[in-house]
């Protein structure tokens, strides 16, 4: 077991609803650690097959640990879950699936690793893509190459900054002194300057980390090709943690719904009991919505 560990949250939830069975085949399109993982391959018995997805090359190696003693039963795939389809007929052919579970977002070993660039608590250098091997553009691409009204709309559409324009005013001239390379300068280019009741970094690292790893679009591609993927019966969860990526969840439901395609398992996002937000902050945002395909 490594030592890296991400309470990963409604777990008795997500096993309520995508009720594993013995023998069946799962997909973790968001493997992270494993914690989800454990909680399923155990009920998918020894005939059971779980293939794990993530993006980030250090999560699956500690994932791998993790989940050792089902080393038969797990298959663990790099990729972009936006390629959904693609990476799970790689490992599974041309069948289909019973169940499929996203927990959207980043883990904790990805926010704590003080070099990644993900937290402004720790200074490093600006990077934030959660796949640092074939990943797009890091956030200091962004903050030093975008265009004011680039920035903006990044900061205005993914952080729901209200204070977008000042903030992106304020990048542009302080990028024509120096690049802004490191996560202490983004701070300091914004700190002091908003006040409030969160951390005045908090709305600007959400908004240039979801540009970065183009969150939302690789979320808008994917839940097509779950849907596709599973049998019929087949379920498919899916947890978020802020209301861009809840309302695409939503409307997704809602269109396959009126289509016939998939019919909902709660009508209303679930929400961690207030145990276990007490317990643990990160469940505290997070949403879960539910389905099955018919
Ligand atoms: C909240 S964590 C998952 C934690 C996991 N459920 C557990 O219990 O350990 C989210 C994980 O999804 C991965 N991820 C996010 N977006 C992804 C994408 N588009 N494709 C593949 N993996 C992605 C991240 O790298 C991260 O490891």
Do not use: C
Not at 7 to 21: A, G, R, S
Not at 213 to 218: G, I, K, R, T
Not at 254 to 276: D, M, V, Y
């Amino acid at each position: 077991m490594s030592r890296f560990q991400h309470t990963p949250v409604l777990v008795e939830e997500i096993v309520k609803f995508l009720d594993p069975q013995p023998g069946e085949t799962f997909v973790d399109a968001t493997v992270g650690l494993g914690g989800h993982a454990q909680a399923l391959i155990e009920r998918l018995g020894p005939d059971g097959i779980l293939i794990g997805i993530d993006q980030d090359e250090q999560a699956l190696r500690i994932a791998h640990e993790n989940l050792s003693r089902f080393e038969k039963r797990i298959v663990l795939v790099r990729g972009n879950f936006r390629n959904l389809i693609q990476l799970v007929q790689a490992n599974n052919g041309p069948r289909n699936v019973d169940g499929l579970l996203f927990d959207l977002g980043v883990s904790s070993l990805q926010l704590e690793n003080e070099a990644r660039g993900f937290s402004f608590l720790h200074n490093a250098p600006l990077d934030m893509r959660m796949d640092a091997i074939d990943g797009g553009n890091t956030a200091a691409d962004i903050v030093n190459h975008a265009n004011f009204n680039e920035l903006v709309k990044i900061l205005k559409e993914y952080g729901e900054e209200p204070k977008a324009e000042s903030i992106a005013k304020r990048i542009i001239e302080a990028r024509r002194r120096q690049p802004i390379t490191t996560t202490g300068q983004l701070v300091e280019i914004i700190g002091g300057y908003l006040g409030g009741r969160i951390h005045p970094a908090t709305r600007v690292f959400q908004a240039l980390r979801i540009a970065a790893n183009e969150e939302l679009q690789s979320l808008q591609e994917a839940l097509p090709q779950a849907v596709e993927l599973l049998n019929p019966g087949g379920r498919l969860a899916v947890i978020s943690f802020h209301s861009l990526e809840d309302r695409i969840v939503k409307n997704f439901f809602k269109s396959q719904t009126t289509g016939g395609r998939i019919k909902l398992l709660s009508k209303k996002a679930i929400a961690p009991s207030w145990p276990e937000r007490k317990r643990n902050p990160r469940a505290r945002s997070a949403k879960l919505r539910v389905a099955m395909k018919i």
